[in-house]
């Protein structure tokens, strides 16, 4: 079995303190070798039931563990935990570049007076130049692009899909499960239609049919298929190597992506 290692960092661009949860593969202890690199957000959901704010996991570690039993290829996942400040918007504030203050059109679901997003882009500073650096000097790394990746779900996968396309020096892969377009779809779009395509990328998008973040909102599942959607036929367009899944009767929960994750490492790292 792999080992999770939990370090607390300084994040000068959101001056905060934030612990990070580290998992190491099976053989990092007996072998020279180096590895492949996963960032992900919203680590206390990864890996541990017992800290999870929903009390779901992704399995990462299980995962992982079962590719390296079949494959003998190993991964060292940097999971960054997200926070809880404000009941949670933000953590929304930081995983988005662009502000909404029109969510109410919506979701009510965050109090009107929060300011919603615009922190994304100095939390993607903080993982590219000050993490990503300390964590290729301490641990085993492959540090290449091309054994780089950055992977979420919802507003994790939203940060992930920016960050991966923004710093394409230094990602090649991107997975984003369930990702919440529709938080900032205008400007989203926008990006992804601007961005251009510097490097071959491998990219994994995803969807469930059953997808809302908020019950009382009729449509929402449909709010997330068609951003979602639209994001992977502009990639497409662009020639990029990109997946999209639709997951039928899927909900919007780590059980489901720990279900999906699988097929996430397969398609970005074997196929």
Known sequence: MGKIITEEIYIKQ?????????YLPN??????????VIYMHDAQNIYNIGISAYGMEWDVDKTLDDIFEKTEKGFIVVGIDNTSERDGAER?????????????KITDKYNDGYDLGGKGDNYADFIVNDLK???????????DRENTAIIGSSMGGFIS???GLKYQNIFSKIGGLSNAIWFAEEDMIKFVKN????????????????ETSDNRVDNFNEIYINGNKKVYEILKEKSFDVKFYLDEGAKHNELYWAK???KVIEYLFFL
């Open 92 to 104: 929304v504030t930081e995983y988005s570049p662009f502000v909404n203050n029109e969510l109410y």
């Open 27 to 36: 053989d990092y202890e007996k072998d020279d070798k180096k590895y492949p």
């Open 161 to 163: 899909i920016y960050i």
């Open 14 to 22: 959101l001056e905060k303190n934030r612990k990070i949860r580290i």
């Open 133 to 143: 650096p300390y964590i290729d000097k301490k641990y085993k790394t492959l540090s």
């Open 195 to 210: 961005i251009k395509k510097e490097n071959n990328m491998k990219i994994y998008l995803d969807v469930g049919t059953e």
């Open 260 to 262: 999906r994750f699988p």
